[in-house]
């Protein structure tokens, strides 16, 4: 089991940006795909971006691209989201997920994370 730990979720403004943060202890963090989903009150949990192994493997959710990135440091344990030109329907509570056995038709899928956080909230106000 892995430990995951968010922050960095607040209140802003549209227009505005924020970056979330996700650490874990774990050393061989360089072997895992990491995500982030996010759930908004009475909807399903959906993708947002993950990043298997390097920075330079991601995926982003079409509602997002070109406004958010996702990026780590496997030394650090760390993976962070930074969000730009915030909307009011980007605000959601945002988990970071992530699983050693990842293959990439499912990377978008909650169902192949098998270690989750406790989530963080974004608000965003119009």
């Known amino acids: 089991q892995v430990h995951l730990v968010e922050s960095g979720g607040g209140l802003v403004q549209a227009g505005g940006s924020l970056r979330l943060s996700c650490t874990t202890s774990?050393?061989?963090?360089?072997?895992?795909?990491v995500a982030w989903f996010r759930q908004a009150p009475g909807k399903e949990r959906e993708f947002v971006a993950a990043?298997?192994?390097?920075?330079?493997?991601?995926w982003y959710a079409d509602s997002v691209k070109g406004r958010f990135t996702i990026s780590r440091d496997n030394a650090q344990g760390t993976v962070w989201l930074q969000m730009s030109s915030l909307k009011a329907e980007d605000t959601a509570v945002y988990y970071c997920a992530a699983s050693e056995r990842v293959i990439l038709s499912t990377i978008r899928l909650p169902s192949a994370y098998d270690n989750w956080g406790q989530g963080t909230q974004v608000t965003v106000s119009s």
């Open positions: 774990e050393r061989a963090f360089n072997r895992f795909a």
């Open positions: 990043s298997r192994w390097t920075s330079s493997n991601t």
